[in-house]
């Protein structure tokens, strides 16, 4: 089954604020690539993987980054968007308490973002998120 996954222009503006505010900055930081495991989902490809109905992923606000390249850890990558960067919300996705698998961060707007850090682990087979 096919899924379109096209983003609308308002999306591709979310997207692209996104990419200005928080991934290329970074990128600067990390002196090289990030893998970029999810960024926008069209609401039908975000509840065919299982994501939440409200998932920033689907108005293109939010993308999952992982370093597989080792320019920088997961850690190091979360603590410099949040000493750094103006972001809405940012998890820190399962992992140990040392290193996650990956980081979900977000972008609203400067004057919406909430700065929000969370991290997400599992309970009975759950997704869970606390605050950190």
């Keep these: 089954e096919r899924i379109d996954n096209t983003p609308s222009p308002s999306q591709i503006e979310c997207m692209k604020l996104l990419s200005e505010k928080i991934f290329q900055p970074l990128r600067d930081w990390v002196g090289g690539p990030i ?35 080792g320019c920088k850890s997961n850690a190091e990558m979360y603590h410099w968007i949040k000493e750094n960067l103006n972001f809405d919300q940012m998890i820190w996705e ?33 997704t869970k998120y606390k605050i950190i």
């Design 35 to 69: 893998k970029i495991n999810s960024f926008f989902r069209s609401v039908a490809l975000n509840n065919k993987i299982g994501g939440t109905s409200s998932s920033q992923h689907c108005k293109g606000q939010a993308m999952d980054i992982d370093d597989v390249y």
């Design 94 to 126: 399962f992992g140990t308490d040392t290193q996650p698998n990956w980081i979900h961060v977000s972008y609203v707007s400067d004057e919406d973002n909430r700065n929000k850090c969370l991290k997400a682990y599992k309970e009975y087979n759950n």
